[in-house]
């Protein structure tokens, strides 16, 4: 049964710098924006929309049976965009925790998307997010990947110390892979979106480090795969391949 006090919103944009018209790029017989919106809705976690500022992107959500709202053009990132979202399809305010699932993420599974939620069983969490170990050195070296840096609290769960591109922690021992995909609290959405960009944000160019600086609490689940973003053409044609076996 959908839990009403969880939503799973899915921005979405047409104007991506690297691979403009991403969300309707085709992926095996369907655009990418409808893999996303499956797998959420198969997560059943959730009331599942699609945050979106494109008319095309709406139609073509809403062709495939999914919720679409549109929200203004301008927002500087996806946070600001889920939470105009949030405003306007619970203006009551009945949802408690908005689960921010990246819309170029076709091969995320939806146990990813499950395991994003336990952390914010503990009321001290404000934010929830998932990392996946790293096994490779290509992997460990390319500041593309964002690591994440953390504390164990037991199990799987770690409490996030810091985020960054470079190499962390240096020493032998274990390095997370940080995937983007977050479950925020009503609240610390709220909080999040009227706070300014911080130092650390701005120099690293990693948006979850405004929320460490302002003293927020980011917990992260340790899961086993990592999901496949799509940015450049040869990330597509990956994400093509893979999603053309399943």
Request: proline letters at 8%; zero cysteines; hydrophobic letters at 40%.
């Amino acid at each position: 049964m959908i839990d009403p006090r969880i939503l799973v919103l899915i921005p979405a944009r047409m104007a991506a710098t690297r691979l403009p018209g991403k969300p309707l790029a085709d992926i095996a017989g369907l655009p990418m924006i409808v893999h996303v919106l499956r797998r959420a809705e198969a997560a059943a976690i959730g009331r599942v929309a699609v945050a979106t500022d494109t008319d095309e992107i709406a139609s073509v959500v809403t062709a495939h049976g999914g919720e679409a709202v549109m929200t203004r053009g301008d927002h500087p990132s996806g946070s600001d965009r889920i939470h105009e979202a949030m405003q306007k399809l619970d203006p009551e305010g009945k949802a408690e925790i908005v689960v921010n699932v990246q819309g170029d993420f076709p091969t995320i599974t939806i146990d990813n998307i499950r395991e994003v939620l336990p952390p914010l069983q503990d009321p001290a969490v404000d934010i929830a997010t998932l990392a996946s170990r790293i096994h490779t050195e290509e992997e460990d070296l390319a500041p593309s990947v964002v690591k994440a840096i953390g504390t164990s609290v037991g199990g799987r769960r770690m409490r996030a110390l810091y985020f960054t591109r470079a190499t962390a922690p240096t020493g032998d021992g274990p390095r997370y892979h940080h995937i983007g995909l977050y479950a925020f609290r009503r609240a610390a959405l709220e909080r999040y979106v009227s706070l300014p960009p911080s130092p650390l944000e701005l120099q690293e160019k990693l948006e979850q480090l405004r929320a460490l600086e302002a003293g927020m609490r980011i917990d992260f689940t340790i899961v086993d795969t990592v999901p496949r973003g799509v940015d450049t053409p040869a990330d597509l044609e990956t994400a093509r391949s893979i999603l053309s076996k399943s």
